[in-house]
């Protein structure tokens, strides 16, 4: 019964930012690995960034280093996305997913095949003039 919702989408001009949530139910008491992937339009779903319950390490992805960042709220249900300075490029889809008692290292899980086996429906990004 686990369930993620994202909300924050929304459509901003470049250079703007915008800030996602992940709001996260029936994890339990387990450990996991959550994050943030996205799907622009006609391309691959790709892994952005992603954190760890264990020791809250994070892994994140190249092309959006010193621009997004992940963190988790208080008490660990909710999970935020800070995108700044976004350009027309990072519009797309944006979906949270979790593994729950993830065997593999964060990186692998937040890269491809994203071995995650629980998906939100994601939220809508648009940047544009």
């Known amino acids: 019964q686990v369930q993620l919702v994202e909300s924050g989408g929304g459509s901003v001009q470049p250079g703007g930012s915008l800030r996602l949530s992940c709001s996260a139910s029936?994890?339990?008491?387990?450990?996991?690995?959550i994050g943030w992937f996205r799907q622009a339009p006609g391309k691959d779903r790709e892994g952005l960034t992603c954190i760890s319950s264990i020791d809250s390490s994070t892994w994140t992805r190249d092309s959006v280093k010193g621009r997004f960042t992940i963190s988790t709220g208080n008490n660990g249900d909710t999970v935020f996305l800070q995108m700044d300075t976004l350009q027309p490029e990072d519009a797309g889809v944006y979906f949270c997913?979790?593994?729950?008692?993830?065997?593999?290292?964060?990186?692998?899980?937040?890269?491809?095949?994203?071995?995650?086996?629980?998906w939100g429906k994601g939220t809508l990004v648009a940047v544009s003039s």
């Open positions: 029936g994890i339990g008491l387990n450990y996991y690995t």
């Open positions: 997913a979790v593994k729950i008692r993830p065997v593999l290292p964060l990186f692998r899980l937040c890269g491809p095949p994203y071995g995650m086996d629980h």
